[in-house]
Protein backbone atom coordinates (compact mmCIF):
# COMPACT_ATOMS: atom_id res chain seq x y z
CA UNK A 1 0.00 0.00 0.00
CA UNK A 2 1.23 3.33 -0.87
CA UNK A 3 1.96 6.36 1.89
CA UNK A 4 -0.76 8.73 2.61
CA UNK A 5 0.16 11.92 1.36
CA UNK A 6 -0.52 13.56 4.83
CA UNK A 7 -1.80 11.51 7.75
CA UNK A 8 -2.85 12.61 11.52
CA UNK A 9 -2.69 9.39 13.47
CA UNK A 10 -4.19 9.28 16.89
CA UNK A 11 -3.16 12.66 17.35
CA UNK A 12 -3.88 14.73 21.16
CA UNK A 13 -1.87 18.18 22.07
CA UNK A 14 -1.77 19.30 25.40
CA UNK A 15 -0.64 22.69 26.34
CA UNK A 16 0.51 23.96 29.50
CA UNK A 17 -1.25 27.07 30.61
CA UNK A 18 -1.34 29.60 33.86
CA UNK A 19 -4.51 27.68 34.67
CA UNK A 20 -3.58 23.84 34.18
CA UNK A 21 -3.44 21.95 30.98
CA UNK A 22 -5.63 22.18 27.98
CA UNK A 23 -6.39 19.80 25.88
CA UNK A 24 -6.41 20.96 22.26
CA UNK A 25 -7.06 17.98 20.37
CA UNK A 26 -7.74 14.66 21.51
CA UNK A 27 -6.73 11.62 19.72
CA UNK A 28 -7.47 12.89 16.33
CA UNK A 29 -6.39 10.81 13.00
CA UNK A 30 -7.05 12.93 9.26
CA UNK A 31 -5.88 11.26 6.34
CA UNK A 32 -5.36 14.20 3.35
CA UNK A 33 -5.16 13.19 0.04
CA UNK A 34 -3.21 14.34 -2.78
CA UNK A 35 -4.95 17.18 -4.68
CA UNK A 36 -7.90 17.72 -2.49
CA UNK A 37 -9.18 21.29 -1.13
CA UNK A 38 -9.75 19.67 2.76
CA UNK A 39 -11.89 22.33 5.02
CA UNK A 40 -11.35 21.87 8.40
CA UNK A 41 -14.36 23.63 10.19
CA UNK A 42 -15.10 24.64 14.12
CA UNK A 43 -15.86 27.83 16.54
CA UNK A 44 -13.14 28.86 18.43
CA UNK A 45 -11.31 26.86 20.75
CA UNK A 46 -12.12 23.71 18.38
CA UNK A 47 -8.31 23.09 17.85
CA UNK A 48 -8.30 23.77 14.45
CA UNK A 49 -5.72 26.28 14.48
CA UNK A 50 -3.42 23.49 16.41
CA UNK A 51 -4.15 20.95 13.98
CA UNK A 52 -2.68 23.86 11.45
CA UNK A 53 0.17 24.37 13.28
CA UNK A 54 0.92 20.65 14.05
CA UNK A 55 0.41 19.95 9.83
CA UNK A 56 3.33 22.71 9.76
CA UNK A 57 5.51 20.82 11.63
CA UNK A 58 5.67 24.21 14.46
CA UNK A 59 5.62 22.01 17.59
CA UNK A 60 5.40 18.20 18.20
CA UNK A 61 1.83 15.95 19.35
CA UNK A 62 1.85 15.23 22.60
CA UNK A 63 0.91 11.84 21.52
CA UNK A 64 0.88 10.49 18.10
CA UNK A 65 2.16 11.15 14.82
CA UNK A 66 1.56 13.53 11.73
CA UNK A 67 3.51 12.58 8.74
CA UNK A 68 4.14 14.10 5.33
CA UNK A 69 4.12 11.02 2.55
CA UNK A 70 5.65 8.89 5.72
CA UNK A 71 7.82 11.61 6.89
CA UNK A 72 7.28 12.52 10.72
CA UNK A 73 6.70 16.08 11.40
CA UNK A 74 7.76 18.24 13.76
CA UNK A 75 9.85 21.24 14.73
CA UNK A 76 13.12 19.27 13.67
CA UNK A 77 12.10 18.46 10.25
CA UNK A 78 14.47 19.06 7.47
CA UNK A 79 14.36 22.15 5.15
CA UNK A 80 12.91 20.73 2.49
CA UNK A 81 9.38 19.76 4.47
CA UNK A 82 9.45 22.98 5.36
CA UNK A 83 9.77 24.45 1.96
CA UNK A 84 7.01 21.68 0.60
CA UNK A 85 4.47 22.99 3.19
CA UNK A 86 3.53 26.38 3.45
CA UNK A 87 1.04 28.66 5.38
CA UNK A 88 -1.14 31.33 4.41
CA UNK A 89 -2.33 33.66 7.19
CA UNK A 90 -5.18 35.64 8.18
CA UNK A 91 -3.26 38.81 8.54
CA UNK A 92 -0.47 38.82 5.22
CA UNK A 93 1.13 41.65 7.57
CA UNK A 94 2.00 39.51 10.02
CA UNK A 95 3.54 37.09 7.20
CA UNK A 96 5.78 39.80 5.60
CA UNK A 97 8.29 41.67 7.08
CA UNK A 98 7.21 45.41 6.60
CA UNK A 99 10.92 46.62 6.05
CA UNK A 100 11.54 44.68 2.88
CA UNK A 101 10.27 45.38 -0.51
CA UNK A 102 7.40 42.78 -1.66
CA UNK A 103 10.57 41.86 -4.39
CA UNK A 104 12.77 41.34 -1.43
CA UNK A 105 10.46 39.32 0.97
CA UNK A 106 9.76 37.01 -2.37
CA UNK A 107 13.69 36.74 -3.35
CA UNK A 108 14.37 35.78 0.30
CA UNK A 109 12.20 32.92 -0.03
CA UNK A 110 13.59 31.77 -3.27
CA UNK A 111 16.94 32.24 -1.70
CA UNK A 112 16.11 30.23 1.70
CA UNK A 113 14.87 27.51 -0.01
CA UNK A 114 17.59 27.69 -3.17
CA UNK A 115 14.55 27.38 -5.75
CA UNK A 116 16.32 27.66 -9.02
CA UNK A 117 19.95 29.03 -9.86
CA UNK A 118 21.11 32.04 -8.11
CA UNK A 119 21.32 34.32 -11.33
CA UNK A 120 17.17 33.43 -12.50
CA UNK A 121 16.11 34.09 -9.72
CA UNK A 122 15.47 37.66 -10.26
CA UNK A 123 13.30 37.06 -13.12
CA UNK A 124 11.09 34.34 -10.84
CA UNK A 125 9.59 37.53 -9.06
CA UNK A 126 7.66 39.30 -11.62
CA UNK A 127 6.95 35.88 -12.40
CA UNK A 128 5.55 34.82 -9.31
CA UNK A 129 3.65 38.54 -8.91
CA UNK A 130 2.41 38.02 -12.30
CA UNK A 131 0.71 34.58 -11.22
CA UNK A 132 -1.41 36.07 -8.61
CA UNK A 133 -2.51 38.86 -10.63
CA UNK A 134 -0.53 41.24 -9.31
CA UNK A 135 1.64 44.01 -11.98
CA UNK A 136 5.67 43.61 -11.79
CA UNK A 137 6.76 46.67 -10.74
CA UNK A 138 4.71 45.90 -7.27
CA UNK A 139 7.93 44.47 -6.54
CA UNK A 140 9.64 47.79 -5.13
CA UNK A 141 6.43 48.60 -2.89
CA UNK A 142 6.53 47.93 0.74
CA UNK A 143 2.95 45.69 2.01
CA UNK A 144 2.17 48.51 4.00
CA UNK A 145 0.86 50.70 1.03
CA UNK A 146 -1.34 47.78 -0.54
CA UNK A 147 -4.76 46.99 0.07
CA UNK A 148 -6.03 43.84 2.60
CA UNK A 149 -6.51 41.80 -0.67
CA UNK A 150 -3.26 42.84 -2.37
CA UNK A 151 -1.28 41.84 0.73
CA UNK A 152 -2.74 38.48 0.51
CA UNK A 153 -2.25 37.93 -3.28
CA UNK A 154 1.32 39.07 -2.60
CA UNK A 155 1.82 36.30 0.26
CA UNK A 156 0.11 33.86 -1.65
CA UNK A 157 3.45 34.28 -4.07
CA UNK A 158 5.58 34.36 -0.93
CA UNK A 159 4.46 31.18 -0.82
CA UNK A 160 4.23 29.74 -4.48
CA UNK A 161 7.61 30.58 -4.67
CA UNK A 162 8.69 27.63 -2.45
CA UNK A 163 7.19 25.47 -4.55
CA UNK A 164 5.05 24.05 -1.79
CA UNK A 165 2.95 20.51 -2.19
CA UNK A 166 0.34 21.57 0.26
CA UNK A 167 -0.39 24.91 1.73
CA UNK A 168 -1.90 25.33 5.09
CA UNK A 169 -4.31 28.50 4.95
CA UNK A 170 -5.65 29.38 8.21
CA UNK A 171 -8.72 32.38 7.33
CA UNK A 172 -7.31 33.61 4.53
CA UNK A 173 -10.22 35.87 3.53
CA UNK A 174 -11.82 36.40 7.01
CA UNK A 175 -10.66 39.85 7.43
CA UNK A 176 -11.32 40.45 3.35
CA UNK A 177 -14.57 42.41 2.21
CA UNK A 178 -16.86 40.34 0.48
CA UNK A 179 -15.63 41.47 -3.18
CA UNK A 180 -11.71 41.32 -2.80
CA UNK A 181 -12.51 37.93 -1.03
CA UNK A 182 -14.28 36.43 -3.69
CA UNK A 183 -11.27 37.28 -6.11
CA UNK A 184 -8.66 36.23 -3.23
CA UNK A 185 -10.88 33.18 -3.52
CA UNK A 186 -11.00 32.57 -7.46
CA UNK A 187 -7.42 33.18 -6.86
CA UNK A 188 -6.10 30.36 -4.92
CA UNK A 189 -8.95 27.41 -6.74
CA UNK A 190 -7.29 28.81 -9.95
CA UNK A 191 -3.65 28.14 -8.31
CA UNK A 192 -4.71 24.92 -7.01
CA UNK A 193 -5.73 23.60 -10.90
CA UNK A 194 -2.86 25.01 -12.41
CA UNK A 195 -0.24 23.35 -9.80
CA UNK A 196 -2.08 20.49 -8.43
CA UNK A 197 -1.69 21.90 -5.52
CA UNK A 198 -3.29 20.45 -1.85
CA UNK A 199 -4.99 22.72 0.50
CA UNK A 200 -5.65 22.50 4.08
CA UNK A 201 -8.29 25.39 4.66
CA UNK A 202 -9.50 25.93 8.38
CA UNK A 203 -12.48 28.46 8.41
CA UNK A 204 -15.25 28.95 10.82
CA UNK A 205 -17.40 30.20 7.46
CA UNK A 206 -19.33 27.69 6.21
CA UNK A 207 -20.36 29.43 3.24
CA UNK A 208 -16.96 29.58 1.83
CA UNK A 209 -16.48 26.03 2.40
CA UNK A 210 -19.46 25.20 0.50
CA UNK A 211 -18.04 26.96 -2.28
CA UNK A 212 -14.44 25.44 -2.35
CA UNK A 213 -13.99 21.99 0.14
CA UNK A 214 -13.46 18.72 -1.76
CA UNK A 215 -13.65 16.98 1.97
CA UNK A 216 -14.59 18.53 5.42
CA UNK A 217 -13.21 17.89 8.65
CA UNK A 218 -15.82 19.11 11.47
CA UNK A 219 -13.30 20.01 14.64
CA UNK A 220 -15.79 20.85 18.47
CA UNK A 221 -13.41 21.33 21.67
CA UNK A 222 -10.46 19.26 20.38
CA UNK A 223 -12.14 16.31 19.31
CA UNK A 224 -13.12 15.23 15.13
CA UNK A 225 -16.97 14.79 15.15
CA UNK A 226 -17.51 14.29 11.60
CA UNK A 227 -15.40 14.30 8.48
CA UNK A 228 -16.62 13.63 4.95
CA UNK A 229 -17.24 14.54 1.40
CA UNK A 230 -18.47 18.45 1.27
CA UNK A 231 -21.54 17.27 -0.51
CA UNK A 232 -22.85 14.55 1.79
CA UNK A 233 -21.95 17.13 5.11
CA UNK A 234 -24.09 19.38 3.39
CA UNK A 235 -27.03 17.34 2.15
CA UNK A 236 -26.92 15.22 5.16
CA UNK A 237 -24.64 16.70 8.24
CA UNK A 238 -24.47 13.64 10.88
CA UNK A 239 -23.52 15.02 13.75
CA UNK A 240 -25.83 17.60 15.96
CA UNK A 241 -22.95 20.16 16.45
CA UNK A 242 -22.14 20.38 12.59
CA UNK A 243 -26.32 21.15 12.19
CA UNK A 244 -25.82 23.70 14.95
CA UNK A 245 -23.66 24.97 12.92
CA UNK A 246 -25.10 25.15 9.79
CA UNK A 247 -28.29 26.48 11.25
CA UNK A 248 -26.18 29.59 12.60
CA UNK A 249 -25.06 30.81 9.56
CA UNK A 250 -26.70 34.47 8.37
CA UNK A 251 -27.70 33.80 4.85
CA UNK A 252 -28.97 36.02 1.52
CA UNK A 253 -31.35 34.25 -0.08
CA UNK A 254 -34.95 32.54 0.17
CA UNK A 255 -33.79 29.16 -1.15
CA UNK A 256 -30.53 29.55 0.82
CA UNK A 257 -32.68 30.27 3.99
CA UNK A 258 -34.95 27.48 3.04
CA UNK A 259 -31.73 24.94 2.92
CA UNK A 260 -30.29 26.00 5.61
CA UNK A 261 -33.45 26.08 8.05
CA UNK A 262 -33.52 22.10 7.26
CA UNK A 263 -30.95 22.08 10.22
CA UNK A 264 -33.01 24.29 12.24
CA UNK A 265 -34.79 21.68 14.69
CA UNK A 266 -36.09 21.02 17.44
CA UNK A 267 -32.51 19.85 19.00
CA UNK A 268 -31.18 22.71 17.81
CA UNK A 269 -33.95 25.54 19.88
CA UNK A 270 -32.54 23.92 22.63
CA UNK A 271 -29.61 24.47 22.15
CA UNK A 272 -30.40 28.13 21.39
CA UNK A 273 -32.50 28.64 24.53
CA UNK A 274 -29.60 27.41 26.90
CA UNK A 275 -27.24 30.29 27.98
CA UNK B 1 -43.48 49.57 10.19
CA UNK B 2 -44.27 47.30 7.16
CA UNK B 3 -42.90 47.91 3.83
CA UNK B 4 -46.51 47.21 2.57
CA UNK B 5 -47.07 51.24 3.93
CA UNK B 6 -43.93 53.15 3.33
CA UNK B 7 -42.87 56.78 2.72
CA UNK B 8 -45.27 58.54 3.29
CA UNK B 9 -44.70 60.87 6.29
CA UNK B 10 -48.07 61.24 7.53
CA UNK B 11 -47.70 57.23 8.16
CA UNK B 12 -44.50 57.56 9.48
CA UNK B 13 -43.84 57.04 12.80
CA UNK B 14 -41.63 59.53 14.74
CA UNK B 15 -38.25 60.01 13.19
CA UNK B 16 -35.69 59.71 15.51
CA UNK B 17 -32.63 60.03 13.58
CA UNK B 18 -32.72 62.25 10.71
CA UNK B 19 -29.50 62.72 8.67
CA UNK B 20 -29.55 65.48 5.91
CA UNK B 21 -26.75 65.72 3.60
CA UNK B 22 -23.92 65.57 6.12
CA UNK B 23 -20.76 65.89 4.68
CA UNK B 24 -17.24 65.05 6.42
CA UNK B 25 -14.28 66.45 4.87
CA UNK B 26 -10.88 65.30 7.10
CA UNK B 27 -7.79 67.29 6.48
CA UNK B 28 -4.80 64.90 6.75
CA UNK B 29 -1.14 65.69 5.49
CA UNK B 30 -1.92 64.43 2.04
CA UNK B 31 -4.93 67.34 1.74
CA UNK B 32 -8.55 67.17 1.92
CA UNK B 33 -10.54 63.32 2.29
CA UNK B 34 -13.67 63.40 1.62
CA UNK B 35 -14.98 60.72 3.78
CA UNK B 36 -19.07 61.02 3.68
CA UNK B 37 -20.74 63.17 0.63
CA UNK B 38 -24.53 64.30 1.03
CA UNK B 39 -25.89 61.43 3.32
CA UNK B 40 -29.37 61.91 3.68
CA UNK B 41 -31.08 59.07 5.93
CA UNK B 42 -33.66 58.38 8.90
CA UNK B 43 -34.26 55.91 11.44
CA UNK B 44 -38.16 55.76 12.86
CA UNK B 45 -39.15 54.35 16.20
CA UNK B 46 -39.13 51.29 16.32
CA UNK B 47 -37.33 51.04 13.12
CA UNK B 48 -34.05 48.65 12.74
CA UNK B 49 -32.29 49.95 9.91
CA UNK B 50 -28.87 48.91 8.46
CA UNK B 51 -26.22 50.85 6.98
CA UNK B 52 -24.89 48.40 4.72
CA UNK B 53 -20.96 49.03 3.18
CA UNK B 54 -17.09 47.81 2.83
CA UNK B 55 -14.39 48.71 5.11
CA UNK B 56 -13.55 52.22 4.56
CA UNK B 57 -17.15 53.19 3.01
CA UNK B 58 -17.92 55.60 5.82
CA UNK B 59 -20.49 53.72 7.57
CA UNK B 60 -18.51 53.65 11.32
CA UNK B 61 -17.47 57.84 10.41
CA UNK B 62 -21.61 58.38 10.51
CA UNK B 63 -22.06 56.38 13.43
CA UNK B 64 -19.37 59.00 14.90
CA UNK B 65 -20.89 62.14 14.10
CA UNK B 66 -24.13 60.73 15.65
CA UNK B 67 -22.35 59.76 18.83
CA UNK B 68 -20.90 63.25 18.55
CA UNK B 69 -17.56 61.79 18.75
CA UNK B 70 -15.97 63.81 15.80
CA UNK B 71 -17.26 67.18 16.40
CA UNK B 72 -14.78 66.77 18.78
CA UNK B 73 -11.73 66.05 17.28
CA UNK B 74 -9.25 68.60 15.12
CA UNK B 75 -8.77 68.25 11.37
CA UNK B 76 -12.56 67.99 10.66
CA UNK B 77 -15.22 69.70 8.99
CA UNK B 78 -18.70 68.30 8.74
CA UNK B 79 -21.29 69.99 7.32
CA UNK B 80 -25.37 69.62 6.89
CA UNK B 81 -27.77 68.54 9.55
CA UNK B 82 -27.80 65.47 11.95
CA UNK B 83 -30.83 65.41 14.16
CA UNK B 84 -32.00 63.67 17.16
CA UNK B 85 -35.64 64.09 17.37
CA UNK B 86 -36.43 67.15 16.58
CA UNK B 87 -32.65 68.56 18.15
CA UNK B 88 -30.01 69.47 15.94
CA UNK B 89 -26.89 68.15 17.16
CA UNK B 90 -23.90 69.55 15.16
CA UNK B 91 -22.92 72.52 16.82
CA UNK B 92 -24.16 71.92 19.77
CA UNK B 93 -22.20 69.62 21.72
CA UNK B 94 -23.38 69.95 25.07
CA UNK B 95 -26.38 68.45 24.32
CA UNK B 96 -25.22 65.39 22.28
CA UNK B 97 -22.72 64.96 25.08
CA UNK B 98 -25.90 64.75 27.74
CA UNK B 99 -27.64 61.78 25.28
CA UNK B 100 -25.10 60.04 24.86
CA UNK B 101 -25.33 56.61 26.80
CA UNK B 102 -28.68 58.05 27.64
CA UNK B 103 -30.59 58.50 24.56
CA UNK B 104 -28.41 57.33 22.71
CA UNK B 105 -25.70 54.43 22.67
CA UNK B 106 -23.83 52.08 20.93
CA UNK B 107 -23.12 48.67 20.64
CA UNK B 108 -19.57 47.94 19.59
CA UNK B 109 -18.24 44.95 17.56
CA UNK B 110 -15.47 44.06 20.30
CA UNK B 111 -17.23 44.18 23.19
CA UNK B 112 -13.69 43.04 25.59
CA UNK B 113 -12.15 46.40 24.15
CA UNK B 114 -15.20 48.37 24.34
CA UNK B 115 -15.95 47.59 28.33
CA UNK B 116 -13.68 49.59 30.66
CA UNK B 117 -11.39 46.80 31.45
CA UNK B 118 -9.98 48.52 35.14
CA UNK B 119 -13.14 48.76 36.85
CA UNK B 120 -15.92 45.60 37.96
CA UNK B 121 -19.12 45.48 35.55
CA UNK B 122 -20.65 46.34 38.68
CA UNK B 123 -19.03 50.10 38.37
CA UNK B 124 -19.51 50.45 34.57
CA UNK B 125 -23.43 50.09 35.90
CA UNK B 126 -23.42 52.07 38.67
CA UNK B 127 -21.72 54.77 36.36
CA UNK B 128 -24.29 54.39 32.92
CA UNK B 129 -26.95 54.25 35.57
CA UNK B 130 -26.12 57.91 36.90
CA UNK B 131 -25.81 59.38 33.58
CA UNK B 132 -29.86 58.43 32.83
CA UNK B 133 -30.53 59.48 36.73
CA UNK B 134 -27.98 61.43 38.71
CA UNK B 135 -29.59 60.41 41.92
CA UNK B 136 -30.07 57.22 41.67
CA UNK B 137 -29.18 54.98 44.97
CA UNK B 138 -26.62 52.07 45.07
CA UNK B 139 -29.41 49.33 46.15
CA UNK B 140 -31.62 50.76 43.19
CA UNK B 141 -28.77 51.22 40.58
CA UNK B 142 -27.57 47.37 41.67
CA UNK B 143 -31.12 46.33 41.43
CA UNK B 144 -31.75 47.48 37.77
CA UNK B 145 -28.11 45.85 37.25
CA UNK B 146 -29.31 42.73 38.28
CA UNK B 147 -32.38 42.75 36.30
CA UNK B 148 -30.88 43.62 33.04
CA UNK B 149 -28.36 41.02 33.41
CA UNK B 150 -31.51 38.54 33.59
CA UNK B 151 -33.13 40.11 30.36
CA UNK B 152 -30.34 39.06 28.69
CA UNK B 153 -29.98 35.72 30.21
CA UNK B 154 -27.02 35.68 32.44
CA UNK B 155 -27.94 33.98 35.06
CA UNK B 156 -25.73 34.52 37.44
CA UNK B 157 -25.68 38.47 37.72
CA UNK B 158 -23.62 38.75 41.23
CA UNK B 159 -21.01 36.65 39.69
CA UNK B 160 -20.89 38.94 36.33
CA UNK B 161 -21.00 42.28 38.34
CA UNK B 162 -18.21 41.30 40.46
CA UNK B 163 -16.45 40.51 37.28
CA UNK B 164 -13.96 42.32 35.62
CA UNK B 165 -13.99 42.13 31.45
CA UNK B 166 -11.21 39.53 31.70
CA UNK B 167 -12.97 37.02 33.38
CA UNK B 168 -15.94 36.84 31.29
CA UNK B 169 -15.98 34.92 27.88
CA UNK B 170 -16.74 36.77 24.48
CA UNK B 171 -20.11 36.44 24.08
CA UNK B 172 -21.10 37.01 27.94
CA UNK B 173 -19.00 40.37 27.34
CA UNK B 174 -21.31 40.72 24.44
CA UNK B 175 -24.64 40.09 26.43
CA UNK B 176 -22.91 42.97 29.13
CA UNK B 177 -23.09 45.31 26.48
CA UNK B 178 -25.94 45.03 25.59
CA UNK B 179 -27.78 44.91 28.95
CA UNK B 180 -25.70 48.13 29.10
CA UNK B 181 -26.88 50.53 26.45
CA UNK B 182 -30.22 49.33 27.09
CA UNK B 183 -30.78 50.14 30.68
CA UNK B 184 -31.71 53.67 30.26
CA UNK B 185 -34.26 52.66 27.61
CA UNK B 186 -32.17 54.77 24.54
CA UNK B 187 -34.69 56.17 21.65
CA UNK B 188 -31.90 54.97 19.48
CA UNK B 189 -29.00 52.28 19.47
CA UNK B 190 -26.55 52.15 17.08
CA UNK B 191 -25.01 48.90 16.56
CA UNK B 192 -21.47 48.51 15.04
CA UNK B 193 -20.61 44.81 13.31
CA UNK B 194 -22.47 43.88 16.50
CA UNK B 195 -21.14 40.33 17.05
CA UNK B 196 -19.14 39.55 13.99
CA UNK B 197 -15.93 38.62 16.17
CA UNK B 198 -18.12 35.59 17.82
CA UNK B 199 -18.24 32.18 16.58
CA UNK B 200 -21.33 31.76 14.27
CA UNK B 201 -23.47 30.04 16.76
CA UNK B 202 -22.88 32.75 19.65
CA UNK B 203 -23.47 35.61 17.23
CA UNK B 204 -26.51 33.86 15.99
CA UNK B 205 -27.95 33.71 19.54
CA UNK B 206 -26.53 37.27 20.46
CA UNK B 207 -28.42 38.76 17.68
CA UNK B 208 -31.55 37.36 18.31
CA UNK B 209 -31.13 38.76 22.04
CA UNK B 210 -30.87 41.86 20.83
CA UNK B 211 -33.78 41.92 18.59
CA UNK B 212 -35.92 40.53 20.98
CA UNK B 213 -34.87 42.87 23.57
CA UNK B 214 -35.34 45.77 21.12
CA UNK B 215 -38.06 44.43 19.68
CA UNK B 216 -40.03 44.61 23.41
CA UNK B 217 -39.18 48.41 24.14
CA UNK B 218 -39.53 49.61 20.42
CA UNK B 219 -36.02 51.32 20.48
CA UNK B 220 -34.46 52.19 17.01
CA UNK B 221 -31.44 50.93 15.52
CA UNK B 222 -28.49 51.81 13.10
CA UNK B 223 -27.22 48.63 12.15
CA UNK B 224 -23.80 49.17 10.56
CA UNK B 225 -22.45 46.26 9.13
CA UNK B 226 -20.54 44.30 6.15
CA UNK B 227 -22.37 41.06 6.92
CA UNK B 228 -25.31 41.26 4.55
CA UNK B 229 -26.79 37.90 5.58
CA UNK B 230 -27.04 39.68 9.28
CA UNK B 231 -28.93 42.49 7.08
CA UNK B 232 -31.54 40.35 5.45
CA UNK B 233 -32.58 38.38 8.43
CA UNK B 234 -32.86 42.02 10.83
CA UNK B 235 -33.46 44.99 9.23
CA UNK B 236 -36.64 46.87 8.23
CA UNK B 237 -34.60 49.06 5.49
CA UNK B 238 -31.41 49.01 3.87
CA UNK B 239 -29.44 51.61 3.12
CA UNK B 240 -25.84 50.70 1.10
CA UNK B 241 -22.96 53.06 1.32
CA UNK B 242 -20.17 52.94 -0.53
CA UNK B 243 -17.07 55.03 -0.99
CA UNK B 244 -19.04 58.11 1.25
CA UNK B 245 -22.17 57.81 -0.35
CA UNK B 246 -25.51 56.33 0.00
CA UNK B 247 -26.16 54.30 -3.48
CA UNK B 248 -29.21 52.58 -2.98
CA UNK B 249 -31.96 52.53 -0.14
CA UNK B 250 -34.89 49.73 -0.17
CA UNK B 251 -36.30 46.91 2.30
CA UNK B 252 -33.63 43.67 2.02
CA UNK B 253 -36.31 41.97 0.30
CA UNK B 254 -36.29 44.53 -2.68
CA UNK B 255 -32.37 44.69 -2.27
CA UNK B 256 -32.30 40.64 -2.48
CA UNK B 257 -34.23 40.37 -5.10
CA UNK B 258 -34.14 42.86 -7.55
CA UNK B 259 -30.52 44.73 -6.60
CA UNK B 260 -30.00 47.82 -8.84
CA UNK B 261 -26.78 50.07 -8.45
CA UNK B 262 -24.01 48.61 -10.27
CA UNK B 263 -21.87 48.36 -7.05
CA UNK B 264 -24.61 47.01 -5.16
CA UNK B 265 -25.20 43.94 -7.96
CA UNK B 266 -21.62 42.61 -7.30
CA UNK B 267 -21.67 43.20 -4.03
CA UNK B 268 -24.46 40.76 -3.56
CA UNK B 269 -23.15 38.35 -6.10
CA UNK B 270 -19.60 38.18 -4.34
CA UNK B 271 -21.31 36.26 -1.16
CA UNK B 272 -20.51 32.74 -1.30
CA UNK B 273 -23.32 30.85 -0.39
CA UNK B 274 -24.18 27.80 1.56
CA UNK B 275 -26.20 26.25 -0.93
CA UNK B 276 -23.79 26.44 -3.57
CA UNK B 277 -20.28 24.79 -4.66
CA UNK B 278 -18.22 27.34 -6.29
CA UNK B 279 -17.13 30.82 -5.97
CA UNK B 280 -18.97 33.62 -7.58
CA UNK B 281 -17.52 35.37 -10.47
CA UNK B 282 -16.62 39.20 -9.71
CA UNK B 283 -16.20 42.32 -12.09
CA UNK B 284 -11.93 43.38 -11.85
CA UNK B 285 -13.22 47.17 -11.41
CA UNK B 286 -16.21 48.41 -9.72
CA UNK B 287 -18.58 51.27 -11.65
CA UNK B 288 -17.34 54.89 -10.17
CA UNK B 289 -20.24 57.59 -9.62
CA UNK B 290 -22.09 58.39 -12.92
CA UNK B 291 -25.17 56.77 -11.19
CA UNK B 292 -27.35 58.63 -8.75
CA UNK B 293 -28.93 56.93 -5.13
CA UNK B 294 -31.26 54.77 -6.13
CA UNK B 295 -34.39 54.01 -4.01
CA UNK B 296 -36.81 51.41 -4.99
CA UNK B 297 -40.47 51.97 -4.73
CA UNK B 298 -42.01 53.59 -1.83
CA UNK B 299 -38.59 54.91 -0.12
CA UNK B 300 -38.43 58.95 -0.25
CA UNK B 301 -36.70 60.12 2.52
CA UNK B 302 -39.49 62.06 4.79
CA UNK B 303 -39.85 65.90 4.57
CA UNK B 304 -39.14 67.00 7.95
CA UNK B 305 -41.14 70.14 9.53
CA UNK B 306 -38.26 72.83 10.00
CA UNK B 307 -36.72 73.16 13.85
Known sequence: MSEAFLSVEGVTKRFRSAGGEVIALEYVSITIEHGECHAIIGESGSGKSTLGGLILGLFEPTSGSVRFKGEILGPHRPLRLKRAIQLIQQNPLSALNPRRTVGQSIRLALDVHAIGESAQRGNRVPELLGEVGLPADYALRSPRGLSGGERQSVAIARALACEPELIVLDEPTSALDVLVQARVLQLLMRIRHQRRLTYVFITHDLAVVRGIADRVSVFEKGRSVEIGPADAIFAAPQSAYTRRLLAAVPVVSDEEAKFRDRFRDTQVDAEEAKD | ?307
Open chain 2, 1 to 307: MSPASPGSSDECGAVVLALRSLSVTFLSLAGLVEALRNITLHVQMGEKIALVGESGSGKSTIARVVLGLLQEERNVAVSGSVRLGSREILGDQSFIREARGDRVSMIFQDAASALNPTFAIRAQFKEVLRRGDPTISSATALRRARAALADVYLHEPDRVLGSYVFQLSSGMSQRVMIALALINDPDLIIADEPGSNLDVTVQARTLHLMNDLIGLRRTSVLFISHNLGVVREFADRVYVIYRGRIVEHATPAQLFAEPRHPYTRPLLAAIPRLDQRGIPDVPETIPGFADPLIEHDGWKEPVLASA
